[in-house]
């Protein structure tokens, strides 16, 4: 089972949304990291088939452009600004969506009711969809997405206004699917992505600027992570000349970490990277916006 | 040439089981996912569908001429139901999630303006018992009212894996009606049919359009995952 895409491309007017991008995806769960309009939710739509550009997009042997039904039956998505039937309760609106999904009726009320016991919404069952909280609505956008048992399923932005445990649930629900089904989700909380990704994808101005695997990645910043503590006019004198993950007050003296390729003081130390200082590395301008 | 006899029948037996998974899946006809679909929609249908019957009714009885204000009255309404669709989707953001699903918005209002069609038949039953029509009139109104409404259904069904969304359904669905006026205007044809024909002609084309709602669908499943069943 492999989702490939092959050349994408989108422009909008001379803006290149998406550039040639090459990629193949297999079951597990692979998580696209980019800043906000590096094109992660164009690559995602195009993945999806509602937006067309350039390019080929094979599921299997089935063309997205040659078959769209076929290909759409193995999809499960999940925008980012999920749209819903204010009026329906959560249990119509799922049974709307099983319906337009062509699910046959047996299947789907079996499947709603394992649904929504995992992502425990069978207590909201009757509550109209205007009524939920922002939390609970991407419950139910997750479970509609979830609904035909997709081998592909698409998540934008899924953890975004999630609390922690409705966080740790969609984690365990994401991790469970990952043996079967290829999981492409979109997101800028990067610890969401540390516990639970195979494979990161770093998108930035339309490209697949990276790819790999966790541990992979943060090889290609290994000895350029830094820690050190100084006092606070030397603190604001390297902050500006540096990238700073984070810092904070410790006795008196300003404790920061630094991303940099050299050594940016004397008495700094090199530590281990993680996803954070990745992504600062690749998106400091953004960053710094 | 040795086969593995135990392997192809374990192959056999794994694939009849992956087809079963797949027809309890989804729906086996067309006629049941509409049949579904209406059930949830009803209260939507049946005020579209009210509001058209009376309308083309109380239209039809001032003018005393029910095929051209069942005509009008009924793609009126038609019109009003493809711009709900649309507005429906685009106000609460579903377009995305509905260019993906299988009745897509194209669909959901090809169905709709079946079930239009259906209350279509109460409302000439209705007008037929309340106007006295005479042999003419019933003919034209078969001919020019009914038929063609069933016959464009038939063709917009054929069409449906081009359409995406409610304008082309409305498009496919009026150029198909008029081509069919137009060639049973061209060959005159209520002057040299009989009601009897008329009503054996109507009821043929309903029969046509259910068997068409199976078979079509069939076929399509045979596509999709190159089987049949």
Avoid at chain 1, 10 to 15: A, G, L, P, Q, S
Avoid at chain 1, 96 to 113: A, P
Avoid at chain 1, 237 to 253: A, F, I, P, W
Avoid at chain 2, 64 to 90: D, M, P, R, T, W
Wanted: hydrophobic letters at 45%.
């Amino acid at each position: 089972m492999e989702l490939v895409i092959k050349n994408a491309s989108k422009t909008y007017k001379d803006v290149h949304a998406v550039k040639d991008v090459n990629v193949v995806l297999k079951p597990g769960i692979h998580a696209l990291l980019g800043a906000n309009g590096s094109g992660k939710t164009t690559l995602m739509k195009m993945i999806c088939g509602i937006l067309k550009g350039e390019g080929e997009l094979y599921f299997d042997e089935v063309s997205a452009f040659d078959n769209y039904e076929a290909y759409a039956l193995h999809i499960g998505y999940m925008p980012q600004h999920f749209g819903y039937y204010p009026q329906y309760t959560v249990k119509e609106f799922l049974e709307y969506m099983s319906i337009v999904k062509n699910l046959s009726e047996e299947y789907s009320h079996q499947r709603i009711n394992e649904l929504v016991n995992q992502l425990n919404l069978k207590d909201k069952l009757n509550t109209k969809m205007k009524a939920l909280s922002g939390g609970m609505l991407k419950r139910v956008g997750i479970i509609q997405a979830l609904l035909s048992e997709p081998e592909i399923l698409i998540l934008d932005e899924p953890t975004a206004g999630l609390d922690p445990k409705e966080r740790i649930i969609f984690r365990n629900l994401i991790a469970s699917l990952s043996e079967n089904t290829i999981v492409l989700l979109s997101t800028h909380i990067v610890s969401d992505i540390e516990s639970i990704a195979d494979d990161i994808l770093i998108m930035k101005e339309g490209e697949i600027i990276m790819q790999g695997a966790y541990e992979d990645l943060l090889q290609i910043i290994e000895n350029k992570v830094w820690e050190v503590s100084l006092d606070k006019k030397s603190a604001h004198r390297l902050m500006k000349e540096t990238r700073v993950v984070k810092s904070h007050y410790v006795d008196g003296s300003i404790y920061m970490r630094i991303v940099s390729d050299k050594k940016p003081h004397e008495n700094a130390k090199t530590v281990a990277p993680d996803l954070d200082d990745l992504y600062l590395y690749y998106f400091a301008e953004e960053v710094a916006l | 040439m040795k086969i593995d006899e135990k392997a192809l029948y374990q192959t056999k037996k794994i694939c009849h089981h992956e087809l079963d998974e797949m027809i309890f899946k989804y729906n086996k006809s067309h006629i049941q996912i509409f049949l579904r679909f209406i059930k949830k929609e009803f209260y939507h249908e049946s005020l579209f569908a009210l509001v058209g019957l009376i309308v083309v009714f109380m239209l039809s009885l001032l003018a005393k001429n029910v095929s051209v204000f069942c005509v009008g009255g009924y793609f009126f309404i038609l019109g009003a139901v493809a711009i709900y669709e649309h507005l429906k989707n685009e106000i609460y953001h579903m377009n995305d999630l509905m260019k993906m699903a299988y009745l897509n918005e194209g669909k959901t209002f090809l169905f709709r303006t079946i079930t239009m069609s259906l209350y279509q038949i109460i409302a000439f039953v209705v007008l037929c018992l309340f106007l006295s029509l005479d042999q003419f009139e019933l003919i034209s109104c078969i001919f020019y009212a009914l038929l063609p409404i069933y016959v464009s259904q038939i063709i917009s069904f054929h069409m449906m894996s081009y359409i995406k969304n409610s304008l082309q359904t409305f498009i496919v669905y009026i150029l198909s009606y008029f081509l069919i006026i137009y060639i049973f205007h061209f060959y005159e044809i209520n002057t040299f049919v009989t009601l009897r024909q008329s009503i054996i002609a109507g009821i043929s084309v309903i029969v046509l359009f259910v068997i068409d709602m199976i078979f079509v669908y069939k076929q399509r499943k045979g596509n999709h995952y190159g089987i049949s069943y």
